[in-house]
């Protein structure tokens, strides 16, 4: 289900903002078999830029547009009292085939993460991996912090930050291939990954694009969380059925209370 709801929200940013499909349609004419109040949103013509033909008045800035950015710290981890069950701790492996960081392998606690209290990232920040791992996107889905191996993103509140989320994850096929340059990014620091360049539409078409797919990475955070508790259930459940401490009916029913 997650991979049908990503593909469709991916599909719709591909064809607004990477292949212009409503302006090349109304460029040449065509319908661009769009709402009329969306369709009217986009340009009817193209102009020459760095990074070759955009969309008119259209342009090209880099990641320090989108908004604040983060680069992550690791407080002493000598000291236990500084970990805890307060703050997810983002890091490298949480990011792997996610969307939303829905559960993280690390916590912080309040005295550990105040230690570093500019280090605080807001729900919906959107997270780069910049070293070891170079180019997972993740979004976060609540107040969290994470570690130097990861930059992350404040969107402004004028983006939107499935927006932002797409625009990096586009940047980050680029950060793990070697960017338009050829060189590889296997260590990205904050400066470097600030002045990566992207390509920034309208203001108003970014709210629509909004408004347009918000549902459907609603979606995807609800099944994130979903399959979170199952997959806790399982690892809880499984050992007293297999032991006979539970019967199956109890289970089901556990399950089901938990499915809301």
């Given at each position: 289900m997650n991979e049908t709801l990503e593909a469709m929200a991916r599909a719709i940013f591909k064809s607004w903002f990477v292949d212009f499909d409503p302006v090349r349609a109304k460029a040449e004419?065509?319908?661009?078999?769009?709402?009329?109040?969306?369709?009217?949103?986009?340009?009817?013509s193209f102009e020459d830029s760095e990074l070759g033909e955009i969309p008119k008045g259209w342009k090209i800035g880099n990641v320090a547009e989108l908004g604040e950015i983060i680069c992550g710290k690791t407080p002493p981890?000598?000291?236990?009292?500084?970990?805890?069950?307060?703050?997810?701790?983002?890091?490298?492996?949480?990011?792997?085939?996610?969307?939303?960081?829905?559960?993280?392998?690390?916590?912080?606690?309040?005295?550990?993460?105040?230690?570093?209290?500019?280090?605080?990232?807001?729900?919906k920040s959107i997270c780069v991996s910049c070293i070891a791992t170079p180019g997972?996107?993740?979004?976060?889905?609540?107040?969290?912090?994470?570690?130097?191996?990861?930059?992350?993103?404040?969107?402004?509140?004028?983006?939107?930050?499935?927006?932002?989320?797409?625009?990096?994850?586009?940047?980050?096929?680029q950060i793990r291939s070697g960017g338009s340059g050829g060189s590889v990014f296997s260590n990205l620091n904050k400066t470097q990954f600030?002045?990566?360049?992207?390509?920034?539409?309208?203001?108003?078409?970014?709210?629509?694009?909004?408004?347009?797919?918000?549902?459907?990475?609603d979606r995807l955070l609800s099944n994130q969380r979903e399959n979170q508790t199952l997959l806790v259930l399982r690892d809880t459940l499984l050992p007293r059925l297999i032991s006979g401490e539970l019967r199956v009916p109890d289970a089901e029913r556990f399950i089901e209370e938990a499915g809301g």
């Open positions: 004419g065509r319908d661009p078999c769009l709402p009329n109040e969306i369709a009217d949103l986009f340009p009817d981890t000598i000291e236990p009292t500084n970990y805890g069950d307060d703050i997810p701790f983002i890091t490298i492996p949480d990011m792997h085939g996610n969307v939303f960081i829905a559960k993280t392998g690390k916590r912080l606690s309040i005295k550990g993460a105040n230690l570093q209290k500019n280090k605080f990232l807001p729900e997972l996107v993740v979004i976060t889905s609540e107040k969290s912090q994470t570690n130097q191996q990861i930059n992350s993103v404040i969107p402004k509140n004028e983006l939107s930050p499935y927006y932002c989320y797409e625009l990096l994850q586009r940047l980050g096929h600030s002045q990566l360049e992207i390509l920034l539409a309208e203001k108003d078409v970014i709210k629509k694009y909004h408004a347009y797919i918000e549902s459907l990475f």
